[in-house]
Protein backbone atom coordinates (compact mmCIF):
# COMPACT_ATOMS: atom_id res chain seq x y z
CA UNK A 1 0.00 0.00 0.00
CA UNK A 2 1.11 3.53 -0.54
CA UNK A 3 0.32 6.64 1.10
CA UNK A 4 -2.54 8.77 -0.36
CA UNK A 5 -2.81 12.54 -0.58
CA UNK A 6 -4.94 15.65 -0.97
CA UNK A 7 -4.66 16.61 -4.92
CA UNK A 8 -6.56 19.06 -6.56
CA UNK A 9 -5.89 18.93 -10.46
CA UNK A 10 -6.57 22.71 -11.31
CA UNK A 11 -7.37 22.64 -15.49
CA UNK A 12 -9.04 18.97 -15.93
CA UNK A 13 -9.07 18.87 -19.89
CA UNK A 14 -7.61 16.21 -21.28
CA UNK A 15 -4.52 15.93 -19.46
CA UNK A 16 -5.72 16.96 -15.97
CA UNK A 17 -9.06 14.45 -16.37
CA UNK A 18 -6.31 11.67 -16.80
CA UNK A 19 -3.92 12.43 -14.02
CA UNK A 20 -6.86 13.06 -12.19
CA UNK A 21 -8.82 10.01 -13.06
CA UNK A 22 -5.69 7.55 -12.22
CA UNK A 23 -4.17 9.67 -9.12
CA UNK A 24 -8.49 8.88 -8.36
CA UNK A 25 -8.16 4.69 -8.88
CA UNK A 26 -5.37 4.90 -7.11
CA UNK A 27 -6.91 5.79 -4.13
CA UNK A 28 -6.04 9.06 -3.60
CA UNK A 29 -8.23 12.45 -2.89
CA UNK A 30 -8.73 13.93 -6.21
CA UNK A 31 -10.43 17.16 -7.13
CA UNK A 32 -10.91 18.54 -10.61
CA UNK A 33 -11.14 21.92 -11.01
CA UNK A 34 -12.71 23.85 -14.26
CA UNK A 35 -14.46 26.27 -15.82
CA UNK A 36 -16.10 23.86 -18.57
CA UNK A 37 -20.00 22.62 -16.81
CA UNK A 38 -20.62 20.64 -19.32
CA UNK A 39 -17.17 18.46 -18.75
CA UNK A 40 -18.47 19.01 -14.87
CA UNK A 41 -21.50 18.27 -15.16
CA UNK A 42 -20.78 14.91 -16.96
CA UNK A 43 -18.60 13.99 -14.31
CA UNK A 44 -20.88 14.41 -11.32
CA UNK A 45 -23.80 12.92 -13.36
CA UNK A 46 -22.05 9.70 -14.87
CA UNK A 47 -18.36 9.19 -13.32
CA UNK A 48 -15.30 10.22 -15.27
CA UNK A 49 -15.09 7.75 -18.54
CA UNK A 50 -11.72 7.05 -18.92
CA UNK A 51 -10.22 4.81 -21.72
CA UNK A 52 -6.44 4.01 -21.62
CA UNK A 53 -4.62 0.97 -22.51
CA UNK A 54 -5.76 -0.73 -19.34
CA UNK A 55 -9.16 -0.77 -20.43
CA UNK A 56 -12.54 1.61 -20.63
CA UNK A 57 -13.75 1.97 -16.79
CA UNK A 58 -15.63 4.49 -15.05
CA UNK A 59 -14.01 6.45 -11.93
CA UNK A 60 -16.73 7.76 -9.35
CA UNK A 61 -14.04 8.50 -6.53
CA UNK A 62 -13.47 12.54 -7.57
CA UNK A 63 -15.04 15.92 -7.34
CA UNK A 64 -15.88 18.40 -10.09
CA UNK A 65 -16.06 21.59 -8.90
CA UNK A 66 -15.29 25.27 -10.58
CA UNK A 67 -12.10 26.50 -8.74
CA UNK A 68 -13.78 29.30 -6.98
CA UNK A 69 -15.65 26.75 -5.60
CA UNK A 70 -13.33 24.67 -4.07
CA UNK A 71 -12.20 25.31 -0.38
CA UNK A 72 -10.16 23.02 1.17
CA UNK A 73 -6.28 23.34 0.44
CA UNK A 74 -4.76 20.38 -0.75
CA UNK A 75 -1.08 19.10 -0.42
CA UNK A 76 -0.52 19.02 -3.93
CA UNK A 77 -2.12 20.94 -6.40
CA UNK A 78 -1.25 19.86 -10.60
CA UNK A 79 -1.45 23.10 -12.93
CA UNK A 80 -2.91 22.09 -16.17
CA UNK A 81 -4.53 24.80 -17.81
CA UNK A 82 -3.16 25.41 -21.38
CA UNK A 83 -0.05 27.82 -21.02
CA UNK A 84 -2.46 31.33 -21.59
CA UNK A 85 -5.01 30.46 -18.83
CA UNK A 86 -2.24 29.41 -15.93
CA UNK A 87 -3.28 33.26 -14.49
CA UNK A 88 -6.95 33.13 -14.30
CA UNK A 89 -7.00 30.24 -13.00
CA UNK A 90 -4.45 29.96 -10.39
CA UNK A 91 -5.95 33.41 -9.37
CA UNK A 92 -9.97 31.61 -9.12
CA UNK A 93 -8.11 29.28 -6.90
CA UNK A 94 -5.99 31.86 -4.61
CA UNK A 95 -7.97 29.85 -1.62
CA UNK A 96 -6.84 26.31 -2.69
CA UNK A 97 -3.22 27.36 -1.93
CA UNK A 98 -2.55 27.12 1.77
CA UNK A 99 0.93 26.54 3.71
CA UNK A 100 1.34 23.23 2.76
CA UNK A 101 0.18 23.23 -0.59
CA UNK A 102 2.78 22.27 -3.42
CA UNK A 103 1.99 23.40 -6.51
CA UNK A 104 3.06 21.43 -9.62
CA UNK A 105 3.16 22.12 -13.56
CA UNK A 106 3.73 19.71 -16.25
CA UNK A 107 2.08 22.21 -18.83
CA UNK A 108 4.12 22.32 -22.55
CA UNK A 109 6.25 25.34 -22.94
CA UNK A 110 8.25 27.61 -21.01
CA UNK A 111 7.58 30.20 -18.29
CA UNK A 112 5.34 27.73 -16.30
CA UNK A 113 7.73 28.35 -13.30
CA UNK A 114 7.09 32.19 -13.55
CA UNK A 115 3.64 31.99 -13.65
CA UNK A 116 2.74 29.80 -10.98
CA UNK A 117 5.53 31.94 -8.93
CA UNK A 118 3.15 35.30 -9.20
CA UNK A 119 0.71 33.06 -6.89
CA UNK A 120 2.99 30.52 -5.15
CA UNK A 121 6.08 30.71 -2.86
CA UNK A 122 9.00 29.46 -5.41
CA UNK A 123 10.17 26.66 -3.26
CA UNK A 124 6.96 25.28 -3.11
CA UNK A 125 6.51 25.24 -7.12
CA UNK A 126 7.56 21.92 -8.70
CA UNK A 127 8.15 21.37 -12.72
CA UNK A 128 8.60 18.78 -14.73
CA UNK A 129 7.55 17.65 -18.54
CA UNK A 130 5.23 14.26 -19.30
CA UNK A 131 5.09 12.40 -22.46
CA UNK A 132 1.58 10.79 -21.73
CA UNK A 133 -0.95 11.45 -24.43
CA UNK A 134 -4.35 12.70 -24.09
CA UNK A 135 -7.50 13.40 -25.99
CA UNK A 136 -10.59 14.70 -24.46
CA UNK A 137 -13.52 13.61 -27.37
CA UNK A 138 -16.63 14.88 -25.32
CA UNK A 139 -17.32 16.10 -22.19
CA UNK A 140 -16.85 13.56 -19.55
CA UNK A 141 -14.31 11.20 -21.21
CA UNK A 142 -10.90 11.34 -21.68
CA UNK A 143 -8.60 8.68 -23.71
CA UNK A 144 -4.98 8.18 -23.76
CA UNK A 145 -3.05 5.15 -25.28
CA UNK A 146 0.70 4.62 -25.59
CA UNK A 147 3.14 4.78 -23.27
CA UNK A 148 4.87 7.85 -21.16
CA UNK A 149 7.23 9.05 -18.98
CA UNK A 150 6.93 12.14 -15.94
CA UNK A 151 9.82 13.88 -14.85
CA UNK A 152 9.72 16.76 -12.80
CA UNK A 153 12.07 18.68 -9.52
CA UNK A 154 11.51 21.57 -7.31
CA UNK A 155 11.67 24.76 -9.01
CA UNK A 156 14.46 26.22 -7.06
CA UNK A 157 16.48 22.71 -7.20
CA UNK A 158 16.56 21.45 -3.89
CA UNK A 159 15.76 17.71 -2.79
CA UNK A 160 12.12 18.47 -0.79
CA UNK A 161 10.12 15.73 0.34
CA UNK A 162 7.20 17.34 -1.34
CA UNK A 163 8.87 15.69 -5.00
CA UNK A 164 9.38 12.62 -3.42
CA UNK A 165 6.19 12.70 -2.14
CA UNK A 166 4.59 13.54 -5.41
CA UNK A 167 6.73 11.28 -7.46
CA UNK A 168 5.58 8.33 -5.20
CA UNK A 169 1.93 9.46 -6.11
CA UNK A 170 2.67 9.78 -10.00
CA UNK A 171 4.15 6.22 -9.44
CA UNK A 172 1.00 4.60 -7.76
CA UNK A 173 -1.27 6.23 -10.81
CA UNK A 174 1.03 4.44 -13.24
CA UNK A 175 2.61 7.69 -14.72
CA UNK A 176 6.31 6.70 -14.67
CA UNK A 177 7.51 9.32 -12.78
CA UNK A 178 10.88 10.27 -10.89
CA UNK A 179 12.20 12.91 -9.73
CA UNK A 180 15.45 14.37 -12.45
CA UNK A 181 17.80 17.42 -11.21
CA UNK A 182 18.12 17.49 -14.91
CA UNK A 183 14.66 18.12 -15.88
CA UNK A 184 15.47 21.09 -17.93
CA UNK A 185 17.31 19.36 -20.53
CA UNK A 186 13.99 17.47 -21.25
CA UNK A 187 11.48 20.43 -21.03
CA UNK A 188 13.95 21.84 -23.62
CA UNK A 189 14.04 18.93 -25.78
CA UNK A 190 10.56 19.29 -25.90
CA UNK A 191 9.95 22.71 -26.27
CA UNK A 192 12.16 21.89 -29.26
CA UNK A 193 10.25 19.34 -30.70
CA UNK A 194 6.90 21.49 -30.74
CA UNK A 195 8.34 24.71 -31.67
CA UNK A 196 9.51 22.70 -34.65
CA UNK A 197 6.36 20.67 -35.80
CA UNK A 198 3.17 22.36 -33.57
CA UNK A 199 3.95 25.41 -35.12
CA UNK A 200 4.49 24.19 -39.29
CA UNK A 201 1.62 22.07 -38.52
CA UNK A 202 -0.68 24.74 -37.26
CA UNK A 203 0.21 27.25 -40.41
CA UNK A 204 0.53 24.36 -43.28
CA UNK A 205 -2.44 22.36 -41.57
CA UNK A 206 -0.36 19.11 -42.94
CA UNK A 207 -0.15 15.96 -40.57
CA UNK A 208 2.99 15.38 -39.28
CA UNK A 209 3.99 12.79 -41.92
CA UNK A 210 2.85 15.86 -44.86
CA UNK A 211 5.42 17.76 -43.75
CA UNK A 212 7.59 15.23 -45.46
CA UNK A 213 5.83 15.95 -49.05
CA UNK A 214 8.06 18.50 -50.03
CA UNK A 215 12.10 18.49 -48.26
CA UNK A 216 11.58 22.01 -47.32
CA UNK A 217 9.00 21.09 -44.33
CA UNK A 218 11.99 18.45 -42.71
CA UNK A 219 14.28 21.12 -43.48
CA UNK A 220 12.81 23.86 -41.81
CA UNK A 221 11.62 21.73 -38.73
CA UNK A 222 15.37 20.92 -38.47
CA UNK A 223 16.19 24.60 -38.86
CA UNK A 224 14.15 25.43 -36.08
CA UNK A 225 15.56 22.69 -33.78
CA UNK A 226 18.82 23.87 -34.15
CA UNK A 227 18.14 27.13 -33.32
CA UNK A 228 15.89 25.94 -29.97
CA UNK A 229 18.98 23.63 -29.19
CA UNK A 230 21.72 26.59 -29.48
CA UNK A 231 19.58 29.02 -27.41
CA UNK A 232 18.88 26.14 -24.44
CA UNK A 233 22.72 26.14 -24.65
CA UNK A 234 23.74 29.49 -24.66
CA UNK A 235 21.35 30.14 -21.42
CA UNK A 236 23.29 27.06 -19.72
CA UNK A 237 20.88 24.16 -20.42
CA UNK A 238 23.40 21.13 -21.93
CA UNK A 239 20.69 19.95 -24.64
CA UNK A 240 21.68 17.21 -26.78
CA UNK A 241 21.02 17.72 -30.38
CA UNK A 242 21.61 14.96 -32.01
CA UNK A 243 18.99 12.95 -29.57
CA UNK A 244 16.00 16.14 -30.66
CA UNK A 245 17.05 15.98 -33.96
CA UNK A 246 16.15 11.63 -33.82
CA UNK A 247 13.22 12.67 -31.94
CA UNK A 248 12.05 15.19 -34.94
CA UNK A 249 13.18 12.50 -37.36
CA UNK A 250 11.38 9.81 -36.09
CA UNK A 251 7.66 11.46 -35.57
CA UNK A 252 8.18 12.89 -39.00
CA UNK A 253 8.47 9.01 -40.43
CA UNK A 254 6.63 7.42 -37.71
CA UNK A 255 3.39 9.85 -36.43
CA UNK A 256 2.57 10.52 -39.90
CA UNK A 257 -1.37 11.17 -39.50
CA UNK A 258 -0.66 12.76 -36.11
CA UNK A 259 -2.18 16.24 -35.90
CA UNK A 260 -0.40 18.28 -33.26
CA UNK A 261 -2.01 20.14 -30.76
CA UNK A 262 -1.29 22.91 -32.44
CA UNK A 263 -3.51 22.33 -35.44
CA UNK A 264 -6.25 20.63 -33.27
CA UNK A 265 -6.61 24.18 -31.56
CA UNK A 266 -6.37 25.78 -34.68
CA UNK A 267 -8.93 23.51 -36.20
CA UNK A 268 -11.37 23.99 -33.49
CA UNK A 269 -11.19 28.05 -33.10
CA UNK A 270 -8.84 27.98 -30.07
CA UNK A 271 -6.09 30.10 -29.29
CA UNK A 272 -2.34 28.09 -29.30
CA UNK A 273 -0.28 27.79 -26.92
CA UNK A 274 2.51 29.61 -29.35
CA UNK A 275 3.54 32.42 -26.70
CA UNK A 276 4.73 29.47 -24.18
CA UNK A 277 6.47 27.63 -27.23
CA UNK A 278 8.37 29.73 -30.36
CA UNK A 279 7.40 33.02 -28.29
CA UNK A 280 9.31 31.94 -25.24
CA UNK A 281 12.54 31.05 -27.41
CA UNK A 282 12.26 33.89 -29.18
CA UNK A 283 12.41 35.95 -25.69
CA UNK A 284 14.91 33.62 -24.20
CA UNK A 285 17.32 34.20 -27.44
CA UNK A 286 16.53 38.26 -27.32
CA UNK A 287 18.17 37.83 -23.79
CA UNK A 288 21.14 35.76 -25.11
CA UNK A 289 21.55 38.24 -28.09
CA UNK A 290 20.65 35.78 -30.57
CA UNK A 291 18.81 35.44 -33.71
CA UNK A 292 16.22 32.63 -34.49
CA UNK A 293 15.18 33.94 -37.60
CA UNK A 294 13.08 30.13 -38.35
CA UNK A 295 11.33 29.84 -34.94
CA UNK A 296 10.37 33.64 -34.76
CA UNK A 297 8.66 33.40 -38.55
CA UNK A 298 6.67 30.46 -37.56
CA UNK A 299 5.51 32.89 -34.48
CA UNK A 300 4.97 35.49 -36.48
CA UNK A 301 2.96 33.29 -39.17
CA UNK A 302 1.22 31.54 -36.01
CA UNK A 303 0.37 35.03 -34.21
CA UNK A 304 -1.65 36.04 -37.24
CA UNK A 305 -3.59 32.54 -37.34
CA UNK A 306 -4.23 33.03 -33.17
CA UNK A 307 -5.65 36.59 -34.37
CA UNK A 308 -7.73 35.78 -37.15
CA UNK A 309 -9.42 32.86 -34.82
CA UNK A 310 -10.16 35.12 -32.02
CA UNK A 311 -11.25 38.13 -33.72
P1 LIG B 1 -7.16 20.94 -22.55
O1 LIG B 1 -7.57 22.14 -23.35
O2 LIG B 1 -7.76 19.62 -22.88
O3 LIG B 1 -7.43 21.22 -21.01
C1 LIG B 1 -7.25 22.46 -20.40
C2 LIG B 1 -8.41 22.67 -19.44
O4 LIG B 1 -8.20 23.88 -18.73
C3 LIG B 1 -9.78 22.79 -20.16
O5 LIG B 1 -10.66 21.81 -19.66
C4 LIG B 1 -10.23 24.20 -19.80
O6 LIG B 1 -11.64 24.31 -19.62
C5 LIG B 1 -9.48 24.42 -18.49
N1 LIG B 1 -9.39 25.84 -18.14
C6 LIG B 1 -9.22 26.93 -18.94
N2 LIG B 1 -9.24 28.06 -18.21
C7 LIG B 1 -9.43 27.66 -16.92
C8 LIG B 1 -9.57 28.37 -15.68
N3 LIG B 1 -9.50 29.71 -15.65
N4 LIG B 1 -9.74 27.65 -14.56
C9 LIG B 1 -9.81 26.30 -14.58
N5 LIG B 1 -9.71 25.58 -15.72
C10 LIG B 1 -9.51 26.26 -16.86
O7 LIG B 1 -5.57 20.89 -22.64
P2 LIG B 1 -4.63 19.61 -22.42
O8 LIG B 1 -4.44 18.91 -23.72
O9 LIG B 1 -5.09 18.85 -21.23
O10 LIG B 1 -3.24 20.33 -22.09
C11 LIG B 1 -2.95 20.91 -20.83
C12 LIG B 1 -1.46 21.24 -20.78
O11 LIG B 1 -0.71 20.01 -20.87
C13 LIG B 1 -0.97 22.11 -21.95
O12 LIG B 1 0.06 22.95 -21.53
C14 LIG B 1 -0.44 21.08 -22.95
O13 LIG B 1 0.51 21.63 -23.84
C15 LIG B 1 0.17 20.07 -22.01
N6 LIG B 1 0.29 18.69 -22.53
C16 LIG B 1 -0.74 18.13 -23.25
C17 LIG B 1 -0.59 16.81 -23.70
C18 LIG B 1 -1.72 16.10 -24.43
O14 LIG B 1 -1.49 15.02 -24.99
N7 LIG B 1 -2.95 16.60 -24.42
C19 LIG B 1 0.59 16.09 -23.42
C20 LIG B 1 1.59 16.70 -22.67
C21 LIG B 1 1.43 18.01 -22.22
Known sequence: MHETMEIA??????????????????????????IDEAHL??????????????????????RALRPEAAQRAPELLIVFTKTMHTEAALDAARALIGPH????????????????????????????????????PSAGRVSSHGSGMTRLMSADGETRV?????????????????????????IWEKVAFNAALNSLCAIT?????????????????LKIV??????????????????????????????RSHRPSMLQD?????????????GAVVEAARA???????????LQLVRLVDASLTR
Open 162 to 186: SVARTVAALNSAGLACSADPDVWIT
Open 266 to 278: VLAGRRTEIEAIN
Open 41 to 62: EAIRRDGLRLSTDRGERVVVKL
Open 101 to 136: TSVLSLQNGLGNVERLARSVPRERIMVGVTTWPADK
Open 9 to 34: ILGAGAMGSLFGGLLAEAGHDVTLLD
Open 288 to 298: VSMAVPCTQTL
Open 226 to 255: AEVAAVARATGVAVDETHMVANVRHALANH
Open 205 to 221: QCTVGELSNVPDGPELA
